[in-house]
Each structure stands twice: as C-alpha cells, then as structure tokens.
C-alpha cells in the first residue's frame, strides 16, 4: 500500500454526510473534501484505471428509476475500482410496473443489506424521500430538473485541473437552465468556489430568478462570449418541456450554438465542456466537441473519480445525524 | 324541555354584534336567551375564561363519500368536524360519481343524518359529472337539498359554462363556488411558480394562473347580477380584484384557507407532500396579501379546505402524490395562533369569517346564537396549548404539515341542536 493510499484509509473529519443529495448545501469545506478526496483518488488509481479496495464487502445499489448510460456506468464502475459490490436495478425490469411504490422497492433492496443507494428519479426530491425511509446511505444521481451534485463536482473537478483555481474565472452555463440538473448543480459549487457565473439561453428557459443569488442573467451568448473562461453547453431537454419553449432547434443553434466563427471570438484559452449526452449540430458542432479546447471526455473520466469519492465518503458516516432535507423548514409564517 | 345555563362565558357572536361575558340559555335545541340573568336550569355549565361562540360552519370540506372511502367518510369527516368546532360543514361534490343527481344528493344528507355528528349540506355540481360541458339539473338538485353549486376543485373552464350558471342560479337564488385557476398556466404544476420552484427544479403554478381566472369570475359575476364564491384564494392580484370590485357593489364573496395565511412556499424545501396544495403555497408576499384581505375583510370567510388524502397516496414522488391537506381540526387553532393572537384579527372578526359569514355565502340559518335559532355552540378554550398530533385526529387521513406544530386555542366542547356531541378528553 503506498503512503498515498493509507493516507487516503482515514476518513476526513470535514466530512459527516450519510447523504450526497445536492450541492446547495454542502459548505466549503464539504465541497473542497470530496473535490480534494476526487483528486487523491484519481492519482492513487493511474487516472482511474486501477483499483483502490477501499469499500471491500461494502455493497452500492444503482436504483435508476430514469433512462442513464453515462452516469449508471460510472457509479457502477466507481463501486468496482473500490472493490464494492454492485446491484444494478432498472425501473422496467422492476415491481414498479407492477404497482409496488418506489418507496416499497427501496426498502426491499435495503433489505438486501446494501450499503449505499444511488438513486436517479425523475421526480425532484425523490431522493430525499428515499433517505427518510431507509437507514443506508443515498447518493443522488440526478432527480428531475433539480439536481445533479456529482455531475457538478466532476465538472468543477475538470476546471481545476485545467485552471488550478475556480475563484475568478467567469464560467457560463449556456442553454435550458429551466430543466437542468447539472446547472443548479453547477451554480452552488462554482458559487461557493468564488466563480462568477452566468446562465445563458433563451428568456422562456432562463430565469432572471438567478440574479438574487448573484448569478449573472443573459439572453445573448455572443454579448457573454468574449468575457467567458469556461463554457459549459447543456443540452436541450426535449423530454421535459410540455410546450416548446423556442420556435425551432434551427433558431436555436442559430443563437447559441457554438461553432467555430464563435470559437474565433472567444478567449483563446477558452474551455469547452458539455455534460453529455450532447446533440451535435445543436449545442455545439462537431468541430468544436472534438476540437482541442473541449475537455468534455475528460469530464467522463473524472466523473469516475467523484464517484469514487462520494461513495467512499458516505460509506464513512454511519448514521444520519443531519436532517436530510436542504434546509430547516422556514415556512411557518413567525407570529 | 331540559335547560342548559351555560354561565359567565365570553358570549362573541358577530351576527348580533354581540361581545361581552353574558349567560347563554338553551331549552332543549333552541336557544332561549342570550344575556339572561343567573337562574336555575338542568344542567349548568361555567364557561368562565372561555369564549361563547355559535357552532363554526365550513363552507369547503371534502368528505370524500361516496367512492374515496380511503381517504374520509361522511362518518369520519363529520366526528373531525365537530373535533375542530365545527358544526355544520357543506361538502364538495368531487365524489366518486360526483354529487350531481338527487340520489347522490340524498345519500350524503341520509349517511350524514346517520353518522349523528354535525350538520352536512350538500354542494352539487355544477356540470354534469365535473365535467365542464354540460348544466347539471341544479333546480332539481336545490329541490332535493342542494345549498350551492361547484366543480370542486376543476375550476370552471369554459366561460360560456359559467355565465349560464351564474344566470340559472339566478331563479333559485344559489351561488355558484368557483376554483379560479387557468390550466393551461399551471398543468403540471407542483408549487407555486417563483425563486423556490426555480432552486428545487419543480414544475411551477404561477400567480396568473390563479388572477387571469380570478379577473374572468368577477366580470361575469358583475355581468350577470348572480352570487359568485370564490374558493380558495391564494393570491395578492385576487386580493386586490375582489377588493376592487367588492368597492363597486358586485354580489361576491371569498374565501382563504389556513394553508395561505400560514405556510410559505419556502416549506416545499424539504419536498413534502404534505405542503402539496392547489392552489400552492404561495410566497410571503401572497400570504401578507391575504392576511390584509382578512384584516379589512375583503376576504369574508375562513375555509378549512379541508383535503383528506390516504397516506399511500401522499407517500409518494412529488409528482404522483395528490393535492391537499387536512384542516377540520387544526383551523381553529391555526386561526387563533397565526391571526389573533398577533392582533391580525380580532376575536368577533374572526368568528364572523368562521360562522356567520359562510352561513350567509350559503343561506344557511347557521352561525348565529340569535334566539329561537338551532342551538349550534361551540366554546371555545381560547389559552389552552396543544400540539398537533395526526394520529389522534378523527379524520381518516394525517395529511398535515402541521404534526408536531404547537397550537394555542381549541374547541372544547361542541353542541350541535343543544346536545353536547363533542367534549374534548
């Protein structure tokens, strides 16, 4: 074992979550500890090819209630190279179409006696609800349109490496804020990390909401563009809007598409990153995506280093002791 | 006839204007005197530190019989009635079929006589099976008993729909109640549309939605001259319209529910079901809104909107799980901790929006301890400190976001026709 490794054995103080659920309450401190725990992790393990059996005889459970290639993969992986076993549950080849509640499901595989659940819903707070009925720990992978905290830790994780520092540089979050996970995951970590940030997109899935938490609101990718360190280009979600928020996707690559008469315009040391899958031709053109300011493939590989982290990390808390929740319920009116 | 002398209480009854420690006098289910010296009487009760008020009416309940016994029964739903106060509720007809024939009329009042707890009048529908196409036979309805006419919680989409209501009601002299909400604005919606559904990624219910068909109401109340309710306000634009109009002389009332002068949005932070309501929580903003529109009594009525849902279908995404929460045993509290006691509202106004003013929405010879009228009481314990535990309510379901919650104010013995039908243990 080398000295790295056994270093790594001792559970960091800064860390008591039995839960990973989101970014936007995690402190600094929480923040940096995983970013800093992913990094160790990376370099013990050759850039994530290697194992690392920290979690031997430790079980991690994927509960994908929603469509996932990239991420399932990921976490099933992450749980291999730390020597933990995987149970991979799909919501089609499950009692849920036979009527059982999700709740109901969780528990049956917790009965299984799995360590730590990671879960992707379609449903914001789904995950939440999970962690009140079971004792093992629950990793969020993505509910809905609110969170997606390890994609926005390998993405900042990605910005450090090729930066060292986050603080200062402007990143921009371009496209459907509205419906994006990674975006509201993105914005609470680059926000505590001193980023300035902005959202970027059409005005019917852009909210001017964000300006109270000092995110900076355009509607113009070209006026930002030359300002802009970082580029993080978010899918469409087709899947999620009810009606079309813009005429046609021809309108919209034609305003936010990045292609190379914008990549002329941008700062030479610009970084491209997308948090897949990505639509070629929409967000972004082929040119670009494979072209040598794109770190997207990057992003893939360190997604394997956060996952690592996170599950390792909550494998380290034994009980629940924070209420699992983002925050203390505020909304009884004071009298 | 046995008499009742219930002595040196704090007698408040806003339909006579009446607040002052007086003697109530009850000769078998009629009440027989109001201010009446001490005298002898069967039975005696001393209500000294306690507040006298006539029987509380809720003029938005949901009992759910027939066809969503899992959720209430009119047996259920009338005992938590009378645990929260209340002695008449009118019920809405989202049943299951809706109440829009006399048979399903006659049902309810028929179980409700049965069940022996508070008084039950029946709200019809307005259309055919809630489905917004077609008149349901409301003369036919008011024959068997119907009081007023409303789709529940499916607002009244088409406009054409609701201005031939509100004419047809017209000859019976009925209200129509109304859920103002356009849906094209909030399909899909879980909360109210604002900074917090923008943090948690939840589907929106905007303001609007709620204004634009406040806005429509109020011109067809005005346009046709007939008695328009509106359900369930939850928003500073329908506080404002229905003050506006209110100052024009329009036949209009409305009603706020606890869930709106109490609760914010912010309580969705922790994604709980059970502060799923539509409307939704709304934004502090809204809720002062509101609670101006009861301090100047722009809003007339307190509803309970009471929602029972079984815990399996709340326990559930936030998507799958219903609308509501359950309100007949909390309101009264909810009123006396979050409206008197901080002086928003005084006693005699408060009670007025839970007694006599939804009596009046309905027609209902309710609400009032005027002599020779139904000895509906309810006394009120006005400093007693009580925690709200969902398990000892009588309704069938605990949909709260009020469990654990500390209260201040409780009924504490509830006569319905001068017989003591609830005595809090």
């Not at chain 1, 509205?178 to 970590?189: D, E, K, L, Q, V």
């Not at chain 1, 990153?273 to 070629?280: E, K, L, Q, S």
């Not at chain 1, 300011?293 to 390792?312: D, E, F, K, P, Y």
């Not at chain 2, 609670?291 to 722009?298: R, S, V, Y």
Request: one cysteine or more; aromatic letters at 4%; charged letters at 20%.
């Amino acid at each position: 074992m080398t000295g790295e490794t056994a270093e790594l054995m001792s559970h960091p103080a800064a860390w008591t979550r039995r839960d990973l659920l989101d970014l936007e309450s995690l402190s600094l401190a929480e923040l940096t500890t995983i970013l800093d725990t992913a990094c160790a992790f990376k370099r013990a393990t050759d850039g994530c090819r290697t194992r690392l059996p920290l979690l031997g005889g430790k079980t991690t459970a994927n509960l994908f209630f929603e469509n996932s290639t990239r991420t399932r993969t990921s976490f099933g992986l992450a749980a291999k190279r730390l020597g933990a076993d995987v149970v991979d549950f799909t919501a089609s080849s499950s009692s849920l179409s036979k009527g059982e509640t999700f709740i109901d499901t969780a528990k049956n595989i917790e009965a299984m006696n799995v360590d730590v659940m990671v879960m992707r819903h379609r449903t914001p707070g789904a995950p939440w609800l999970l962690s009140q009925h079971v004792r093992c720990a629950v990793i969020n992978a993505g509910d809905g349109t609110h969170e997606h905290p390890t994609q926005g830790l390998l993405d900042i994780m990605t910005i450090r490496e090729h930066r060292g520092d986050v603080r200062g540089l402007t990143v921009a979050l371009v496209g459907d804020i509205a419906h994006s996970r990674t975006a509201r995951s993105n914005i609470w970590g680059l926000l505590k990390l001193g980023a300035h940030v902005i959202v970027c997109g059409p005005s019917t899935l852009v909210s001017r909401g964000w300006e109270q938490y000092g995110v900076e609101v355009a509607y113009s990718l070209d006026s930002i563009l030359p300002r802009c360190d970082v580029l993080n280009l978010l899918r469409i979600q087709f899947e999620r809007q009810s009606t079309r928020p813009f005429p046609s996707v021809r309108e919209y690559a034609l305003l936010y598409a990045m292609n190379a008469a914008r990549m002329a315009r941008a700062k030479k040391d610009i970084l491209i990153m997308a948090p897949g899958p990505i639509n070629r031709g929409v967000e972004v053109t082929p040119d670009v995506a494979d072209g040598p300011h794109s770190v997207i493939l990057h992003q893939v590989t360190n997604g394997l280093a956060v996952r690592m982290a996170a599950l390792w990390l909550v494998c380290g808390v034994k009980d629940r002791t924070c209420p699992p929740a983002t925050g203390v319920p505020t909304g009884c009116v004071v009298v | 006839m046995p008499a009742l002398l219930i002595k040196n209480g704090r007698l408040i009854d806003p339909s006579q204007q009446l607040d002052r420690v007086a003697n109530l006098l009850i000769e078998g289910h009629r009440i027989a005197g109001v201010d009446v010296p001490d005298q002898s009487a069967d039975e005696v009760l001393d209500a000294a530190g306690q507040i006298v008020a006539p029987g509380l009416v809720d003029i938005h309940t949901e009992l759910r019989e027939p066809g969503l016994e899992e959720d209430e029964t009119i047996e259920s739903g009338t005992a938590a009635a009378l645990a929260g106060g209340y002695t008449s509720v009118a019920c809405l007809p989202n049943t299951d079929p809706p109440i829009d024939t006399q048979p399903s009329v006659e049902f309810v009042r028929q179980k409700a006589a049965r069940a022996r707890h508070c008084h039950v009048f029946v709200l019809g529908c307005v259309s055919k099976n809630r489905e917004g196409r077609e008149l349901a036979e409301i003369g036919s309805l008011v024959e068997s008993g119907a009081v007023g006419f409303t789709d529940a919680d499916r607002p009244i989409h088409n406009p054409e729909l609701l201005r031939r209501a509100l004419e047809y009601c017209l000859m019976f002299d009925v209200p129509i109640l109304d859920h103002p909400e356009v849906l094209e604005l909030s399909h899909n919606g879980i909360m109210h549309e604002g900074v917090t559904s923008m943090v948690l990624g939840l589907p929106g219910m905007p303001a609007d939605a709620e204004d634009v068909m406040t806005a429509r109401d109020l011109r067809l109340a005005e346009y046709t001259g007939s008695r328009l309710h509106l359900m369930n306000i939850s928003t500073a634009g329908s506080v404002e319209l229905i003050r506006r109009y209110k100052a024009r002389g329009i036949r209009i009332t409305a009603e706020v529910g606890p869930a709106h002068f109490c609760l914010t949005d912010e309580r969705l932070r922790t994604f709980d079901a059970h502060c799923k309501v539509n409307p939704p929580l709304r934004s502090q903003h809204h809720v002062d809104a509101c609670l101006a529109g009861l301090a100047d009594d722009t809003i007339d009525v307190i509803a309970s909107c009471h929602a029972p849902r079984a815990s399996e279908k709340k326990l559930q995404e936030l998507d799958l799980a219903p609308f509501g929460m359950v309100n007949l045993e909390t309101t009264l509290g909810l009123v006396v901790t979050h409206l008197i006691r901080p002086g928003r509202l005084t006693w005699p106004q408060a009670l007025a929006k839970l007694t006599v003013n939804p009596a009046r929405v309905l027609n209902l010879d309710k609400g009032t301890l005027q002599v020779g009228a139904a000895a509906d009481v309810t006394i009120i314990d006005p400093e007693l400190r009580w925690t709200v535990r969902a398990d000892q309510f009588k309704s069938r379901s605990r949909n709260t976001p009020f469990e654990g919650t500390e209260l201040v104010g409780r009924a504490v013995r509830v006569l319905v026709d001068g017989q003591t039908r609830f005595q809090l243990a």
